[in-house]
């Protein structure tokens, strides 16, 4: 299940926002929840858990004539608050089945707390990550976004 909602979330035809989460249950990966947007993500996650999360954000480049999109997937690495230390161990022994299913990430952020998972956050990582070319907003679905305004004329 885990693969199939990947493959779903990373495909060429996947929707800005889409996510998904799993975690580990006898030392495998379980699928957890998936959805859209960025604050339904957040709220699928259990601060009592190590969970993994994935969240396909588009990075848009609005020219002239032509429109073009760029999927960016960001993996989430979520240790909650609450989880007990000896359970913290888990997250470290998840990462290489975890590595395995999120291929092709751009960006991996390590939280605690909700509020550590911010489009700000992420455009800021992204963007020092990117190459030269920034595209012209990024898109977390269900109608957020976030503008660069990196090539308006008032920032020339």
């Known amino acids: 299940m885990a693969s199939e909602a990947f493959a779903k979330i990373s495909?060429?035809?996947?929707?800005?926002?889409?996510w998904m989460?799993?975690?580990?249950?006898?030392k495998k990966v379980a699928f957890v929840a998936e959805g859209e947007g960025l604050e339904s993500l957040k709220k699928a996650l259990d601060?009592?858990?190590c969970m993994w999360a994935c969240?396909?954000?588009?990075?848009?480049d609005v020219r002239a004539n032509v429109e073009s999109t760029r999927h960016k997937l960001v993996q989430i690495n979520w240790v909650g608050e609450n989880v007990p230390?000896?359970?913290k161990m888990g997250a470290l022994q998840g990462k290489g089945a975890i590595a395995k299913l999120f291929k092709g990430a751009a960006l991996e952020l390590n939280c605690n707390k909700p509020e550590e998972i911010s489009t700000t956050e992420i455009v800021g990582k992204l963007s020092a990550a990117g190459g030269a070319?920034?595209?012209t907003y990024y898109a977390f679905g269900g109608g957020e976004k976030?503008?660069?305004?990196f090539y308006d004329k008032a920032n020339k």
């Open 11 to 18: 495909g060429k035809d996947a929707k800005a926002g889409s």
């Open 21 to 26: 989460v799993v975690n580990l249950e006898k």
């Open 47 to 49: 601060d009592a858990q």
């Open 55 to 60: 969240i396909n954000v588009h990075g848009v």
């Open 85 to 87: 230390a000896m359970k």
């Open 133 to 135: 070319h920034k595209p």
């Open 146 to 149: 976030v503008d660069l305004n």
